[in-house]
């Protein structure tokens, strides 16, 4: 089977507009080339539109089938952070458990990590993940999902030795 393709999705005004470079997409890029063998298919940067970031998620979902979209910005309560109600649009079912973790292993480190509203879900055999603004919350919070990053992309790839995963596991 051929290795996961990588989408990659800073949301945010300023950068979108030329006005700050991106921080945190860069980090993201060098976490997956720093962990796994996986393609990065997909890098882009759009505002803080709702309906862009839905069109954008649904391209790369539908169009392109990337196996993984990980999203940087607007997780938090600013006005303009509508990247969760965007992921919520396109997603066909959730999953908690990243999101929570990564909140919980955050709590560890900062009480801010209670004004997160970060969402993961998944559509078809996309995962989308979505990860705070900030380029340190981004390396941590993927270092907390990585570990169950791989045999997630397996299970919605259905690769041959997937279910090895449950067995090993027990």
């Given at each position: ?51 862009t970031i839905r069109a ?65 879900g998944l559509r078809g ?46």
């Amino acid at each position: 089977m051929d290795n996961p393709r990588i989408g990659i999705l800073t949301i945010s005004d300023r950068s979108a507009r030329g006005e700050r470079p991106d921080a945190s997409g860069p980090v993201m890029r060098a976490f997956v080339e720093e962990h796994w063998s996986w393609v990065i298919a997909e890098v882009r940067i759009v505002p803080d539109e709702r309906e862009t970031i839905r069109a954008t998620l649904i391209e790369w979902c539908d169009l392109l089938h990337l196996n993984l979209i990980l999203t940087t910005g607007g997780t938090g309560f600013a006005p303009r952070d509508v990247t969760p109600e965007a992921t919520r649009d396109v997603i066909e079912r959730d999953a908690p458990g990243l999101a929570e973790a990564m909140r919980a292993d955050s709590l560890k480190k900062t009480p801010h990590a209670m004004l997160s509203r970060a969402v993961c879900g998944l559509r078809g055999r996309t995962l989308i993940v979505n990860l705070p603004g900030s380029p340190k919350a981004v390396r941590e919070n993927l270092e907390t999902i990585a570990p169950a990053l791989p045999h997630a992309l397996d299970l919605l790839r259905e690769a041959s030795d997937s279910e090895a995963g449950h067995l090993r596991a027990a």
